[in-house]
């Protein structure tokens, strides 16, 4: 069920922890892919120590970083739980020296720093035998003849032992929206493998609503979802409602040494802007070392962040989606009441930035972070027959913000559009 909060929300911050964090492997996938075994993947969990995991240090950071919530993995594909589960010894309390419930502590970490809490969950569990009793519903066993971890790879069907996988799914499900206080947003992954049906999708989502009728649920439950979740790759259309884009600071979700491909300061803050300007919001993925701490160019990156969101709360946070890029070449969002445009300036102007199609008169221009105010000018403006004409603020000389400047553009009433191409003149004389 879709919840104002999560609707106005801007920022979120999403982690992915675990073991796969030891051994510089990608989370999962690296053995189901057949790039480590299964065996010496699960080895890191020898490895896993969460010696100088501090659930209030990430809080507190993320905090900073001007997130409104976060979203953490409670089990990833590997089936390797982060908390205190009975239904299975697949535990980092179990398995791993660390033997903390990491859940615990972040839940307690992000709700006492006034966020709301997300939890992962991977549908999907490669190490649960159970799990590989059924082929996807209208595929040919002979198309997953190696596909050991999530089918029965061309032997025969057990639908039992898939009945029972789906209630042991439910069990930690429940133990996880029961045992760590309220769970506010439930963040499913791996529904692709199975149909809505063999998920029992339906009747699933009634369940967790009945367990929280104010949880909020991701698009990936077959169609059962809440949200969409765009990953990796900004869309260029903002899809239909309420949606998150998913994406990493570099190319990978855990933490692994050898990815030293990290997007810039800059890169992060024009991406969310986008996002903003397209009516969504930005779930940005860090993957904590074994040990519990963060890259350093992570925390760079989280805090350059919390910087341009601070300096330009205003025109983030009680926001709207912006002006198409037809309008400006750049990002934007609307105030609340639509009569203030907040431009994005991402480089520095070589003269005049251009805003077309605005047809309620502009009051004011300023630099948000400073206050300064710039002179603006209109160009092929015909009041008389409701052509706006083209505005053109001069930003050459503005004092730039480091990251990201902010344009300020105060209108003398509601925003109107002229946005069609253009009106034939027929009494100019």
């Not at 057949?34 to 010696?51: H, L």
């Not at 789906?166 to 206080?181: D, H, P, V, W």
């Not at 972070?369 to 000018?377: A, D």
Request: glycine share 8%.
């Amino acid at each position: 069920m879709m919840q104002d909060w999560f609707r106005k929300a801007k920022l979120g911050i999403f982690i992915h922890y675990g073991i796969y964090a030891v051994g510089d492997v990608s989370e999962s996938w690296s053995f189901h892919n057949g790039n480590i075994s299964y065996e010496d993947y699960m080895k890191q969990c020898e490895g896993f120590t969460a010696s100088k995991f501090d659930a209030k240090a990430w809080a507190d950071l993320f905090k900073r970083a001007g997130a409104q919530y976060v979203v953490m993995t409670s089990k990833h594909h590997d089936g390797v739980a982060l908390f205190d589960t009975q239904y299975s010894d697949l535990s980092v309390l179990k398995k791993t020296p660390a033997k903390r419930d990491i859940v615990k502590e972040y839940t307690q970490a992000v709700r006492e720093a006034g966020m709301k809490v997300g939890i992962y969950f991977s549908l999907i569990d490669w190490s649960d035998p159970r799990y590989r009793t059924v082929y996807p519903e209208g595929e040919k066993p002979e198309d997953h003849l190696k596909d050991v971890f999530a089918t029965p790879a061309g032997g025969p069907e057990d639908p039992e032992k898939w009945q029972e996988f789906l209630a042991f799914n439910n069990n930690q499900i429940k133990e996880l929206m029961t045992n760590y206080g309220t769970v506010d947003l439930l963040w499913f992954d791996g529904d692709w493998e199975r149909s809505a049906a063999q998920w029992k999708a339906r009747e699933f989502k009634a369940y967790l609503e009945s367990l929280n009728p104010n949880v909020i649920v991701n698009s990936r439950l077959q169609g059962y979802g809440d949200y969409e979740t765009p990953e990796q790759g900004i869309p260029v259309i903002g899809p239909k409602g309420v949606w998150e884009f998913c994406t990493t600071i570099n190319d990978s979700w855990g933490y692994r040494p050898s990815d030293n491909d990290y997007k810039t300061s800059r890169q992060i803050i024009r991406m969310f802007c986008d996002c903003l300007t397209l009516g969504g919001k930005m779930l940005l993925d860090v993957g904590p070392k074994e040990d519990g701490t963060l890259d350093e160019r992570q925390v760079k990156v989280l805090e350059d962040l919390g910087r341009f969101i601070h300096d330009n709360e205003e025109a983030i946070y009680e926001t709207e989606k912006g002006l198409s890029y037809n309008q400006f070449l750049g990002g934007s969002t609307l105030s609340q009441d639509k009569k203030t445009i907040y431009l994005f300036v991402y480089d520095k102007p070589a003269e005049n930035l251009c805003v077309k199609g605005i047809k309620t008169p502009v009051k004011r221009v300023s630099v948000l972070h400073t206050g300064e105010e710039l002179s603006f000018s209109y160009t092929g403006a015909l009041p008389w027959s409701g052509i706006p004409g083209t505005l053109w603020i001069r930003a050459d000389e503005a004092k730039l913000h480091p990251l990201t400047t902010v344009l300020k553009v105060e209108l003398e009433g509601e925003i109107t559009y002229n946005l069609g191409h253009g009106e034939v003149v027929t009494n100019n004389d």
